[in-house]
Each structure stands twice: as C-alpha cells, then as structure tokens.
C-alpha cells in the first residue's frame, strides 16, 4: 500500500507541475488556449493572474514532494486535502472537469496515504 501511495502522490505533484508549466509559461501559448478554451485576448488580459494561479499549483507540488521526502504524513494529508478543496471549488465555479482531473486524483493518493498509514499503525502495535 505504501509504494501505491507513493506512486499516487508523485503523480499528482507532477500533474501539478504541469499545471504550474501551463498557466505560468504556456497561458499566452496556443497550448493554453486551446487547454483553457481562451483567445489570445483573454489570455493577455489574464496572464497575471494565471502566473499566481501556477505559482501556486507548484508551491502544492512542492508541498508533496517535501512530504515524501521526509515521510511525513502531515504534510501528505495537509497538501492532498488542499489539493481536493481547490478543485471542489474549481468544479464548482469554473469547469466540471477539473473534479475529475484536480480532486479525484488528490482523493485517491490521500486514500491510499490513510490506508497505507494504517497498516503502519497496525504491523508495528504486532
């Protein structure tokens, strides 16, 4: 369960680097427009907003890795569950898809992080 974990977390911490890669480096791109459903007009107007926006999907990555890294499970726990409120809230207010894309995928990892935290918990009290 712990190498499902791990696997499921690097996952989404590399989907968050791409997502830091789109909306800080591709938004004014036709990669982002056609990603984003923008025109170049659009995309001018908010490219700003989208460089925080990425900034912050990778300060989300870095909260991951550094997780994995030190094996701490606060932090695991703390990111993922950020990760599935933003895209709760993005499905909400933005585009169905990214309850899907954003959320499942955070959902799953932090399953798999609370399953395999378990059986942690359960191996060393034998």
């Not at 480096?25 to 990603?35: M, S």
């Not at 169905?96 to 191996?123: G, T, Y």
């Amino acid at each position: 369960m712990k190498i499902s974990s791990t696997i499921m977390i690097l996952l989404v911490a590399i989907l968050h680097i791409y997502f830091l890669v789109l909306e800080m480096f591709l938004w004014n791109h036709p990669i982002g427009y056609k990603t984003f459903a923008t025109t170049p007009e659009f995309a001018a107007a908010s490219a700003t907003l989208a460089m925080n926006q990425g900034l912050y999907n990778g300060f989300l990555a870095a909260g991951l890795i550094y997780g994995l890294i030190k094996k701490n499970l606060s932090f695991k726990v703390f990111f993922l569950g950020c990760i599935i409120v933003a895209g709760i809230f993005g499905a909400l207010t933005a585009k169905l898809s990214i309850l899907f894309i954003q959320a499942a995928p955070a959902l799953l990892a932090l399953i798999l992080v609370l399953l395999a935290d378990n059986d942690a918990s359960e191996n060393a009290h034998q």
